[in-house]
C-alpha cells in the first residue's frame, strides 16, 4: 500500500497549524491591513525560511520527499518549532522517501525477565513500561494498584490490553481518575501524533488511531491539532478509589528493547513527607495484599 498521500496530508496539516500559530510580531515581520487568517502568511515563513513562495507553498502541500535536512532545518527555525516538533517534521520527511523495498516494520518485543525484575525491585514508587501505541506492557505492583481503574476498565476487558489512550478517550469515568483530564488527553494524543512521524507503517497505531477517531470526538479534536511530544515528564494530579487525591511527579526514560524498539519506563513518585507519599505507601501496602488479576501483565 502506498503511504504517500496519508504522508503528504500530515505534512499539509502540520506546518498548516503551526504556521497559524505565529503572528508576524512574534517573528519580528510588519504587519499592514486586514488579514484573512490567523498566523502568518506562507510568503512571510518562505521570507524566513530563505526559499521561494513557490517552493514553501509545495512543500506545505506536502512535497517534502527529497528535500535537504538544511532546508528543512530552515523551515523548523523559521516556523519556531520546539526540539519534538522538528524531530516530528524529520521523521516525516523520512517517510516521504521513496522506499527501494518494503519498509520495516517495528516488532513487538517481550519484556525480558531483567526488566520485570527491576520494576519489582522499586518498592516505593510506580514504575511501569509501555510501548508507543500507548500499551501498558509491564508493571510494579505499585504501578498495578496505582492504575487499577485503567487495568479494570471495560475497555481493558474488551481488548485484553491495558491501553492509556483508549482509557482515557474511552472509558466515560477516565475524567474522574485523571483529574487534569484535558491535559492527560492532549498529551497523550500528541505522544501518538509523534509515535505515528516515528512508524508510520504501524498498522496496529493506524487500527488505533483509526478507532480512537471513530469513537471519540475529544481525540479527533486533539488529533486535529497536530501538537507533538517525544516524552513526557512533570506533574500529575489523579483520584484514586482507595486513597483519594494523589499529586505525584513522573519521569519517563527510554528502554531500548531491541535494535528496532524503544519501549519508555515511567516512573511515578510523591513528594517526601507529603499527603500523597502517605496515601501512596497505603496504596503500596494494599497491593502487597491484592490477590493477582487475569489482567495485571497485559499480554
Known amino acids: 500500500m502506498d503511504h504517500r498521500p496519508d504522508h503528504r496530508d500530515q505534512i499539509r496539516d502540520f506546518l498548516a497549524t503551526r504556521r497559524a500559530k505565529l503572528t508576524p510580531e512574534q517573528v519580528?515581520?510588519?504587519?499592514?491591513?486586514?488579514?484573512?487568517?490567523?498566523?502568518?502568511?506562507?510568503?512571510?515563513?518562505?521570507?524566513l525560511a530563505g526559499v521561494s513562495t513557490e517552493w514553501y507553498t509545495r512543500l506545505e502541500?506536502?512535497?517534502?520527499?527529497?528535500?535537504?535536512?538544511?532546508?528543512?532545518?530552515?523551515?523548523?527555525?523559521?516556523?519556531?518549532?520546539?526540539?519534538d516538533e522538528r524531530t516530528y517534521l524529520f521523521d516525516l520527511a523520512r517517510a516521504a522517501r521513496p522506499a527501494r523495498h518494503a519498509p520495516s516494520r517495528r516488532k513487538d518485543v517481550q519484556v525480558p525477565p531483567r526488566v520485570q525484575w527491576l520494576l519489582d525491585s522499586v518498592t516505593l514508587s510506580a514504575a511501569f513500561v509501555?510501548?508507543?501505541?500507548?500499551?501498558?506492557?509491564?508493571s510494579n505492583a505499585l504501578a498495578r494498584a496505582l492504575h487499577a481503574p485503567i487495568?479494570?476498565?471495560p475497555v481493558t476487558a474488551r481488548h485484553g490490553c491495558a491501553n492509556i489512550a483508549r482509557y482515557i478517550f474511552l472509558d466515560p469515568e477516565s475524567p474522574r481518575f485523571f483529574v487534569d483530564w484535558d491535559a492527560a488527553a492532549a498529551t497523550t494524543a500528541a505522544l501518538l501524533r509523534a509515535e505515528a512521524g516515528r512508524e508510520p507503517h504501524d498498522r496496529a497505531l493506524r487500527d488505533?488511531?483509526?478507532?480512537?477517531?471513530?469513537?471519540?470526538?475529544?481525540?479527533?479534536?486533539?488529533?486535529?491539532?497536530?501538537?507533538?511530544r517525544l516524552r513526557h515528564d512533570g506533574t500529575k494530579r489523579l483520584w484514586h478509589?482507595?486513597?483519594?487525591?494523589?499529586?505525584?511527579?513522573?519521569?519517563?526514560?527510554?528502554?531500548?528493547?531491541?535494535?528496532?524498539?524503544?519501549?519508555?519506563?515511567?516512573?511515578?513518585?510523591?513528594?517526601?513527607?507529603?499527603?500523597?507519599?502517605?496515601?501512596?505507601?497505603?496504596?503500596?501496602?494494599?497491593?502487597?495484599?491484592?490477590?493477582?488479576h487475569p489482567t495485571d501483565q497485559p499480554r
Open 28 to 47: 519580528g515581520l510588519p504587519t499592514s491591513g486586514r488579514r484573512r487568517v490567523p498566523g502568518l502568511r506562507r510568503e512571510e515563513v518562505a521570507v
Open 241 to 292: 478509589p482507595q486513597v483519594g487525591d494523589l499529586d505525584l511527579t513522573y519521569q519517563s526514560l527510554d528502554l531500548p528493547m531491541s535494535s528496532r524498539t524503544v519501549y519508555g519506563l515511567t516512573i511515578y513518585t510523591a513528594e517526601p513527607g507529603s499527603t500523597s507519599e502517605e496515601r501512596l505507601k497505603l496504596l503500596a501496602s494494599l497491593a502487597a495484599t491484592r490477590p493477582a
Open 130 to 138: 509501555r510501548n508507543g501505541r500507548q500499551d501498558i506492557v509491564a
Open 208 to 228: 488505533l488511531v483509526g478507532e480512537l477517531s471513530t469513537l471519540s470526538t475529544e481525540f479527533r479534536s486533539n488529533w486535529a491539532a497536530h501538537d507533538v
Open 151 to 153: 487495568f479494570d476498565s
Open 61 to 83: 502541500k506536502g512535497h517534502i520527499s527529497g528535500v535537504s535536512e538544511d532546508v528543512l532545518d530552515a523551515v523548523a527555525q523559521a516556523l519556531r518549532l520546539d526540539q
